[in-house]
Nanobody
């Protein structure tokens, strides 16, 4: 069974930076598409960023484009989300997601992902 674990959430002031990390178990990590989603209270989980299995292709939600960077290190079975220029509206629970199948065309849909982490809270103060 694939296990996904996030870390790095916390409290930061507006304009600051924070780095989230995620690891997915298994020998096939390098073949997994990885992504980040976030969820506000009472709202549906929404897409933030994704990276292809080889790391050569990325996609971002318009709300974070230019501020967030997703990257992966397949030698360490790890993916990161570097967040900068943080805004209060970035406050949410952030989830790491993994999927072993190529579903790039529907990557922004929660239904495209099979494995999820437990979530980590990011709070941005004004």
């Amino acid at each position: 069974q694939v296990q996904v674990v996030e870390s790095g959430g916390g409290l930061v002031q507006a304009g600051g930076s924070l780095r989230l990390s995620c690891a997915a178990s298994g020998r096939t990590f390098s073949s997994y598409t990885m992504g980040w989603f976030r969820q506000y209270p009472g709202k549906e989980r929404e897409f933030v960023a994704a990276i292809s299995n080889g790391g050569s292709t990325t996609r971002y939600a318009d709300s974070v484009k230019g501020r967030f960077t997703i990257s992966r290190d397949n030698t360490k079975n790890a993916v990161s989300l570097q967040m900068s220029s943080l805004k209060p509206e970035d406050t949410a629970v952030y989830y790491c997601a993994a999927d072993p199948l190529p579903q790039w065309s529907t990557i922004a849909s929660v239904h495209a992902w099979h494995y999820w982490g437990q979530g980590t809270q990011v709070t941005v103060s004004s």
